[in-house]
């Protein structure tokens, strides 16, 4: 059974249009898998058996792959051979199988990782956040440096404090810099378990504090309808 479906999530936390494709045969754990990579922002698509999720994986991109070593109908050394190094993206596997050779067999056949049931699903979203090196990115944007790990920026060498909000904003902005965005799209982002109307003003105090704190040509706004990402 995997433990802890809502314990220990951080809504601040978004990663945005991360593709998962995640093959397991039992429905309960399928379940709460699928629903706490969501609740993490991971776009999560699901299979139940080899040639769905075979399938799957040949036609479409993933940026990772969760795959239970114990399918019905077929075993590892018939997975490992119709991958054949064909899918190049990062397969954790998840199984009740813990020797030691079972591990070395997948590490040698194109598993980045490997998970034994059962598992606390918390522990599960960072060996995914590990593999995606999401947990270790730092960007310099002129005279500014973002981690976006510790959520620390940095001005000039100077440590700058932002609101959870600014931050929100901050990295919505980021992770979307080639799209136009509306306001209501930003405030559904940073806003999204509050009243959505109420919050309208709330926007336009954050991103002029934003601009404020890090650069006044952070936030770009367009024709007064959208905002972007202006580096």
């Known amino acids: 059974m995997v433990l802890n479906i809502r314990e220990g999530i951080e809504h601040n936390h978004k990663e945005m249009n991360i593709k998962i494709l995640l093959i397991e045969d039992n429905k309960e754990i399928r379940d709460n898998i699928k629903e706490y990579l969501e609740l993490e922002w991971f776009i999560v698509e699901i299979a139940s058996d080899w040639e769905e999720w075979m399938d799957k994986a040949l036609l479409k991109k993933y940026d990772l792959i969760l795959l239970d070593l114990m399918l019905p109908k077929i075993d590892w050394i018939t997975i490992a051979s119709k991958l054949n190094r064909k899918i190049d993206v990062p ?17 040698e056949n194109w598993a980045v990782d490997y998970i034994v049931k059962p598992f606390d699903l918390r522990e599960l979203v960072a060996r995914v ?13 002129n005279n500014i440096e973002v981690d976006f790990e510790k959520r620390q920026f940095k001005k000039d060498w100077k440590i700058i404090k932002l609101t959870i909000k600014e931050y929100l904003i901050f990295e919505f902005l980021y992770n979307n810099k080639d799209r136009l965005l509306t306001r209501t ?35 770009e706004t367009v024709k007064w309808v959208w905002y972007k990402f202006w580096f």
Not at 94 to 106: C, H, R, V, Y
Not at 129 to 141: A, W, Y
């Open 91 to 107: 397969i954790i596997m998840i199984t009740a199988k813990d020797s030691i050779n079972d591990k070395l067999i997948w590490f």
């Open 129 to 141: 956040k590990s593999n995606l090196k999401l947990n270790s990115k730092i960007i310099t944007i």
């Open 185 to 219: 799209d930003i405030i559904e982002y940073v806003w999204w378990w509050e009243d959505l109307y109420s919050d309208d003003a709330k926007l336009d105090v954050n991103i002029s504090t934003l601009r404020k704190k890090l650069d006044k040509r952070i936030v």
